[in-house]
């Protein structure tokens, strides 16, 4: 979530997907609750249950299948929570972002770890994202 590409929110019926230029990765985000007894796979992305609180959207993931939490190798456990908030400013040109992380098996205590923000730029499009290590020879 902190790339500098583009990202999108995309209706899909009662649910959003969140489009992420980079990796081409799409995430879903349920929007309404799951009458299904059964505990979600965890996957790379997590399960990612999504409401609407005074215009700002939180986003709760958790099932998340991945050992770390950013770049840098911090790490993260299976029991890690996320909690993200997406809020548009006034004017509605920019989306401010954060995400606040529980995870016992890392932090004492929840702890927001990231804040970002993105502009929105008119005609921009989310682009199949080419991963090619650049030769410039």
Request: aromatic share 12%; net charge negative; charged share 25%.
């Amino acid at each position: 979530m902190m790339s500098p590409h583009p990202v999108e929110f995309r209706q899909n019926g009662d649910d959003l997907l969140l489009l992420l230029e980079e990796w081409g990765a799409i995430r879903t985000i349920f929007m309404t609750p799951n009458d299904n007894p059964e505990l979600p796979t965890p996957s790379l992305l997590g399960h990612s249950m999504g409401r609407w609180e005074d215009g700002t959207l939180v986003v709760r993931t958790s099932y998340i299948d991945y050992p770390y939490m950013d770049e840098h190798g911090t790490p993260q456990r299976e029991a890690v929570k996320i909690v993200e908030r997406f809020s548009l400013s006034p004017d509605g040109n920019s989306m401010n972002w954060s995400a606040a992380v529980t995870d016992p098996g890392v932090f004492t205590e929840p702890v927001v770890v990231f804040t970002t923000r993105w502009d929105w730029v008119s005609g921009e499009e989310i682009q199949v994202y080419d991963c090619r290590e650049f030769d410039p020879f």
